[in-house]
Antibody, heavy 121, light 112 residues
Framework: EVQLVESGGGLVQPGRSLRLSCVVS????????MHWVRQAPGKGLEWVSG????????GYADSVQGRFTISRDNAKNFLYLQMNSLSDEDTALYYC??????????????WGKGTTVIVSS | QSVLTQPPSVSGAPGQRVTISCTGS?????????VHWYQQLPGTAPKVLIY???HRPSGVPGRFSGSKSGTSASLAITGLQAEDEADYYC????????????FGGGTKLTVL
């Protein structure tokens, strides 16, 4: 069974950092690009970042460019999102999602259940 | 502000047909990039409903169909059922942005 399980969310103060993780199973991780997508409370989906299968290509939404860094460890089947200089606008449910292809980006065919990040003092 | 424009809400009675539009521009849908649709049931993660404009993943009922023309795409749902009440999002690709993936703002479907 294909599974994506996110972790690392929590309550963090504005200006601080947080690292999200996503462990995958049930498919060959290094055959596919991966994404982070977030959803603020009561709002729509917002793509955050994506990374190609070999980490050579990454992309970021303008809203997180320069503050967030996506990475992956293909040996351990992990996807990460390092989030720095957090603000209350980053409060959201963060989903890890698998792309259908190796490249950033086509569409997301498998999603995790998400991990919640709350930025508040 | 979403790059792809969807109506905030649509509604229909059981058995009826509804459509949800997704309007882009010459840098995304109009550039020939595929459109994909996701369904998000209340309290759950999104799941892909239509990929590559018109294709349904296995397990998605034939009541759901997609189309694309010019700078727009549409999702049609026929024979509306109560369990179709959900949020629907379109998604495409924009090579002019620093990122690549663009979503629509989402459409809330209410089954009357």
């Amino acid at each position: 069974e294909v599974q994506l399980v996110e972790s690392g969310g929590g309550l963090v103060q504005p200006g601080r950092s947080l690292r999200l993780s996503c462990v995958v199973s049930g498919f060959t991780f290094d055959d596919y690009a991966m994404h982070w997508v977030r959803q603020a409370p009561g709002k729509g989906l917002e793509w955050v970042s994506g990374i190609s299968w070999n980490s050579e290509d990454t992309g970021y939404a303008d809203s997180v460019q320069g503050r967030f860094t996506i990475s992956r460890d293909n040996a351990k089947n992990f996807l990460y999102l390092q989030m720095n200089s957090l603000s209350d606008e980053d409060t959201a449910l963060y989903y890890c999602a698998k792309d259908k292809t190796q490249w950033v980006a086509y569409y997301m065919d498998v999603w995790g259940k998400g991990t919640t990040v709350i930025v508040s003092s | 502000q979403s790059v792809l424009t969807q109506p905030p809400s649509v509604s229909g009675a059981p058995g009826q047909r509804v459509t949800i539009s997704c309007t882009g521009s010459s840098s995304d849908i109009g550039a020939g990039h595929d459109v994909h649709w996701y369904q998000q049931l209340p309290g759950t993660a999104p799941k892909v409903l239509i990929y590559a404009n018109t294709h349904r993943p296995s397990g998605v009922p034939g009541r759901f169909s997609g189309s694309k023309s010019g700078t727009s795409a549409s999702l049609a749902i026929t024979g509306l059922q109560a369990e179709d009440e959900a949020d629907y999002y379109c998604q495409s690709f924009d090579s002019t942005l620093s990122g690549y993936v663009v979503f629509g703002g989402g459409t809330k479907l209410t089954v009357l």
